[in-house]
């Protein structure tokens, strides 16, 4: 997969306007983890991904493995991000950018991502940011949110739901 690629599928299921957006919630979010984890999980992680996006995780930061919390990894993408993002469309973001990530790398680089982040059952969960993954992923579940997806089969059209091009019934 490459560069648009990447940013396109993420548009596509964030809903963002343009590229520029949704680069900038693709950076925040990889740019923040990137902090968090230790740079070999980041850049074993990042590996399986676009040049571009990887950088993200590896080039762009300057400290690895600093110990912050799930409420600081949300304020620093929501900063990041900009657009006046706030935290809850911060973690939604995340959260969707981690589904795609989880599906473009190996399972074991994913895994180690998540031995990483500690998981409690207090507000510093970071099982949070897994949320989307452990519900089985964007998939069809989010599909059908956003009217795409699987759509049940066509039953026989009843004269009410049958009309001609121009709007009008059908005789």
Known sequence: ?????????????????????TVRAIRATLMTLGERIPDGAARD?????PIEIKWYMTG??????????????????????????????????????????????PPSDFDQLRNQLPESGDDENWGKLFEVVDSGGWGDAQEAQTGGGPQPAAGPRTDSESTGVDGETEE
């Open 1 to 21: 997969m490459n560069f648009d690629e990447f940013t396109g599928e993420i548009q596509h299921r964030l809903e963002l306007p343009d590229t520029g957006r």
């Open 45 to 49: 992680l990042a590996a399986s991904l």
């Open 60 to 105: 762009a930061v300057v400290e690895h493995g600093q110990r912050f919390d799930w409420q600081e990894f949300l304020s620093r993408v929501s900063d990041r991000e900009g657009d006046r993002t706030d935290k809850s469309e911060a973690a939604y973001h995340s959260r969707i950018i981690v589904d795609f990530v989880a599906s473009q790398v």
